[in-house]
């Protein structure tokens, strides 16, 4: 009696299309059109940008618009060429068209890909600490606030975690506002209502003033003009009381809002016992200035005309996402210690597009010389190994994609190393089965056991490296984690395709096939 594999043969079938359905878009099959006009809308303008860098190599285009005869398009060429050839190459339309019948998210790249920056800071607490218990809450508590202001910053796989005893590395990854993020993650109090004591042109205008240890001099925000133009004017200088009237950790909640003529605003809720301070010091301040400090500059600095209530307005130059950011910080809480930067790295992101290129280039000639040889020694067996391993590698950036794991260039590394694991296991079962054909078993036997009889090898190889990754994910930092979480997937998608995926396939043809021999 034949076993049926049909039903075997559909889950696979199944397996393959979803994970061709996630995967896909993180292999660099589809184009990536970049918003040029920055408007965070892709348009017209932005696909023109984006055929105009590939009609540039598209030689006969060239050689029919190219009037000077320098071999490349100038703008007034490209504008001829742009309007004689946009309907018939479609010029003006979006060339991510297939991309939307896939998966919207693609696998993530780590710092060392991606580009970003690598931050250390000296955590140093106000109050001394007892022990080294205190000191490992201290960075805890320190870690666990810097983790909630990146995250709803919206940098995507962040890492924060301590560095010796007393620092605190973060990576981050991407492109965004340096400056703002190094200011907003840094701050120990982001928000505080200060009172003024002065406002000069520059710093040294404040003289012996500045000596005062119970004073400190912050500087304005720089004035923005409604075009986002940045002022030619010097910002000003204030000198404030050291001690805030209160502090972030006082406010209550935070929302943003929009003023009379729609230029968003932060409003500001504060607790009962702020919201008493505020208005005991308010009260007792008419006719004087306070300054409110956001993120280390003095964003405000009103005349108090009268007393405060529980809530206040925070106006400034701020763009909508800003103060939704600043909104979602000051309710992930204040910084528990002083952040003193100690170390700053920053990694561009054309070495890491060179390491991405390098590391794939790598992987396709690994994964030809593989294929060749295994179709070279198993003949048709050694073909399916190798459809399988196409299926492995689609499923192990699959899980990626879907688990939100991060790939970094070690990663890359442990991608690589999973195709020979997944052709190592295949070896084995293709011996036994060698082995149990020369010992006269027929077609199906030899399969049956050539797969039974290497399963306990291949389960014992793979549990040991699985826990070698885990001892490598608990112990290392970083990349070292980035390899371990991309090994160990690899390791699972291998054991699935080698052991399942291959059986299923040989199974399924040589039970059907009137074949007399077994092509391994």
């Known amino acids: 009696m034949r076993e049926n594999y049909t039903p075997r043969l559909i889950l696979v079938l199944v397996i393959l299309v979803l994970s061709a359905y996630t995967a ?24 023109k940008a984006y055929h105009k860098g590939k009609m540039a190599t ?5 050689a029919q618009f190219d009037e000077d005869k320098n071999g490349i398009l100038d703008d007034g060429e490209w504008e001829k060429a742009y309007a004689s050839k ?32 690598d931050l250390i800071y000296r955590v140093e607490s106000e109050e001394p600490l007892k022990d080294d218990r205190d000191r490992r809450a201290l960075l805890r ?23 010796d005893k007393d620092h605190i590395r973060v990576q981050l990854a991407g492109r965004f506002d340096e400056d703002q993020v190094k200011a907003i993650i840094g701050q120990t109090d982001l928000l505080k209502f200060q009172e003024v004591i002065d406002v000069k042109d520059t710093a040294l205008g404040f003289g012996m003033q500045a000596r005062d240890s119970s004073l400190e001099i912050v500087r304005g925000v720089q004035e923005v003009d409604r075009n986002g133009k940045v002022s030619s004017e010097a910002p000003m200088w204030y000198l404030l009381k050291r001690a805030p009237i209160v502090k972030g950790d006082e406010i209550d909640s935070a929302f943003p809002r929009f003023d009379q003529f729609g230029k968003p605003e932060i409003g500001l809720r504060f607790k009962s016992q702020g919201a008493d301070i505020l208005m005991k010091e308010t009260k007792r301040l008419i006719g004087k200035r306070v300054g409110i400090v956001l993120g280390g500059e003095v964003y405000m600095a009103p005349n108090i005309k009268e007393q405060f209530g529980s809530e206040c307005v925070v106006e400034g130059n701020f763009n909508l996402d800003y103060v939704r950011g600043i909104v979602d910080v000051l309710k992930a809480g204040s910084l528990p210690a002083k952040l003193v930067p100690v170390h700053e790295n920053r990694i561009g992101a054309t070495l890491g597009h060179d390491s991405v290129e390098r590391g794939f280039k790598a992987g396709k000639w690994g994964f030809l010389v593989v294929f060749l040889l295994m179709f070279a020694w198993y003949r048709l067996s050694g073909f399916v190994a190798n459809l399988a391993l196409a299926f492995n590698l689609l499923l192990l950036v699959a899980l990626m994609v879907f688990l ?79 390899f371990a979480v991309t090994l160990s997937l690899g390791i699972i998608a291998s054991m699935f395709t080698a052991i399942f995926v291959v059986k299923v396939l040989m199974g399924a043809y040589y039970g059907r096939s009137q074949r007399a021999s077994l092509s391994i």
């Not at 794991?405 to 296991?425: C, E, F, N």
């Not at 036997?445 to 549990?463: E, M, Q, W, Y």
């Open 141 to 163: 508590k320190t870690i666990q606030v810097l983790k909630n202001r990146i995250d709803i910053l919206g940098i995507t796989e962040p890492v924060v975690q301590s560095y």
């Open 86 to 117: 946009k309907d018939e190459l479609g010029l003006n339309k979006d060339p991510r068209f297939l991309s939307r019948f896939f998966y919207d998210k693609k696998v993530t790249l780590g710092l060392d890909l991606q580009g970003g920056i």
């Open 24 to 47: 896909l878009p993180s292999l660099g099959i589809f184009p990536e059109v970049e918003d040029v006009d920055g408007n965070g809308i892709l348009s017209e303008i932005d696909f």
């Open 404 to 482: 939100g794991a991060t790939m970094t260039l070690p990663g890359i590394a442990g991608l690589i190393l999973t195709v020979g694991m997944a052709v190592d296991a295949n070896v084995i079962i293709f011996e036994r089965i060698r082995e149990e054909l020369k010992s006269g078993k027929t077609r199906r036997a030899a399969i049956d056991l050539g797969f039974s009889k290497a399963f306990t090898a291949i389960v014992d190889a793979n549990i040991t490296s699985l826990l070698t990754c885990f001892i490598l994910f608990k112990f290392g930092s970083g990349p070292i984690q980035g």
């Open 58 to 62: 598209n030689v006969s285009l060239v």
